[in-house]
């Protein structure tokens, strides 16, 4: 007597080991069973994730251009930081969007990329910060040939921040609560004294360094 035939589809749609159950009412007559794997039946999701924001830091009014870099990324992706929709989004590849901050409160925020309903985010992943504010310059006055150890306080400072004078860039930059310096060569007169952290956001104060000849 020839077998009989049963066989019981089933598409899967998640990863891992699968079960399949056919009912035989064929009593005591001979039966043959085939498992066939089909690759690709139903729709696996596919979760973005977001690994690195660069740069991570910027101006609370938004407009920073950022890159973010993770898997799984796809056209029409959407990217949000702090729960606000960036701008300019462009998903370069499946492992890079570009696009704009929108504004935010200072302080570190979550970025996320959602890619057809799924959604992967980075805590933390950008943070707002404040411009700094040049508040004085301690001493204000120093000689044209530069040299002149200062004291610039204020508010805001970042590591990495660079400091110039009349356009002209100190030496010796060391930031903490206030920055220290060292004052370049530059002409008689006052000039403005400005810190620009390293997200590109800038203070200044308008003559708050006079250079001076020797002697005077």
């Known amino acids: 007597m020839s077998p ?3 066989s019981e589809a089933k598409a899967a749609t998640a990863t891992g080991i699968q079960t ?3 009912n035989w009412t064929g009593g005591n007559t001979p039966w043959f069973g085939v498992i066939v794997p089909l690759i690709g039946v139903g729709a696996w999701p596919v979760v973005p994730t977001v690994s690195s924001v660069e740069p991570n830091s910027g101006a609370t009014a938004g407009g920073t251009a950022v890159t973010i870099t993770g898997p799984n990324f796809a056209t029409r992706a959407t990217l949000t930081i702090g729960g606000t929709a960036a701008t300019n989004v462009v998903v370069m590849d499946s492992t890079s969007i570009t696009a704009t901050t929108p504004a935010g ?5 979550t970025v996320a990329v959602t890619v057809n309903g799924q959604t992967g985010s ?3 992943g950008f ?3 404040d411009p700094p504010t040049v508040r004085n310059v301690s001493p204000s006055s120093g000689s044209t040939a530069g040299g002149t150890s200062v004291t610039i306080r204020g508010t805001n400072f970042v590591a990495g921040a660079t400091v110039t004078f ?4 100190a030496r010796n930059v060391v930031v903490a609560s206030s920055i220290t310096a060292t004052t370049p060569a530059g002409s008689a007169g006052a000039v403005t004294v400005t810190v620009t952290n390293p997200s590109g956001q800038s203070g200044t104060l308008a003559n708050g360094f006079t250079y001076k000849f020797r002697g005077q």
Do not use: E, S, V
């Open 166 to 169: 009349g356009g002209m860039a």
């Open 105 to 109: 409160a200072a302080g570190a925020a």
């Open 20 to 22: 399949a159950t056919a």
């Open 127 to 129: 943070t707002y910060t």
């Open 122 to 124: 980075l805590a933390n």
């Open 4 to 6: 009989t035939y049963i």
